[in-house]
């Protein structure tokens, strides 16, 4: 595993996140934020308390890297989520890779009849797209590589690491065997 961000960088980009997202809402504003899960659930955590605008705080579960690297079949279930109608939405994820997890929930809020809709990212991978959409708000621009930690799973696995690291080939290999049931 080769660590690509340590603990000190990624707290350094999730402030310099929080502290670009209170500059664009101000701390009036009442935004309605978000989380994609699961994988942003700890940028999440970490997010939320450094904004400084009044706050709801929701959740959609969004899957499609089920069992493997590379984005399959996108499945959504927004049983979970709260209202958005009406509201200012800012969508929180781990990590913008092909685009399309973030572009299927923009149109959704849109759809369920947000006021407006923003995306905030902790990664950008820096790849070509399957979708126009680019997140508004980004901490770090990273390499096309897989990448695990800080909330970032291979196979359901690593999410708890508090750094972001690369996941070599073998270690994929080797984490998809003794993940067997
Ligand atoms: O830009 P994309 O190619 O759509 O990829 C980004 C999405 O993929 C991951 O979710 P995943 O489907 O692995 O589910 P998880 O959050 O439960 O890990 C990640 O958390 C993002 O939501
Ligand atoms: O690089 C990645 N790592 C983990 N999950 C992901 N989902 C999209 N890209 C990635």
């Known amino acids: 595993m080769r660590v690509l961000l340590d603990e000190t960088q990624l ?3 999730v402030h310099g996140l929080a502290d670009e997202i209170d500059r664009y809402y101000g701390n009036q504003r009442h935004l309605t934020v978000i989380a ?3 994988g942003s659930l700890v940028l999440f955590a970490d997010l939320i308390r450094r904004l400084s605008m009044p706050q ?3 959740v959609v579960q969004a899957s499609s ?3 493997g690297t590379t984005s399959g079949q996108l499945h959504v279930d927004a049983k979970m989520m709260i209202d958005v109608s009406g509201r200012d939405v800012l969508l929180v994820d781990d990590i913008f890779d092909t685009g399309k ?3 299927r929930l923009r149109s959704m809020m849109i759809e369920f009849g947000a006021n407006s809709v923003k995306t ?3 990664l950008h991978k820096q790849r070509d797209h399957a979708v126009e959409l680019r997140p508004d708000f980004v901490a770090f621009e990273i390499p096309d590589e897989f990448v695990v930690g800080y909330g970032l799973d291979y196979l359901d696995m690593y999410r ?12 994929i290999e080797a984490t998809a065997s003794e993940q067997q049931p």
Do not use: H
Not at 160 to 171: H, I, K, R, T
């Open 36 to 38: 994609v899960m699961t």
């Open 11 to 13: 707290t350094t980009g």
């Open 101 to 103: 997890t973030l572009d």
């Open 120 to 122: 905030a990212v902790l």
């Open 65 to 67: 890297y089920r069992g």
């Open 160 to 171: 708890n690491l508090p750094y972001l690291a690369v996941l070599e080939p073998a270690e």
């Open 56 to 58: 709801r705080v929701g």
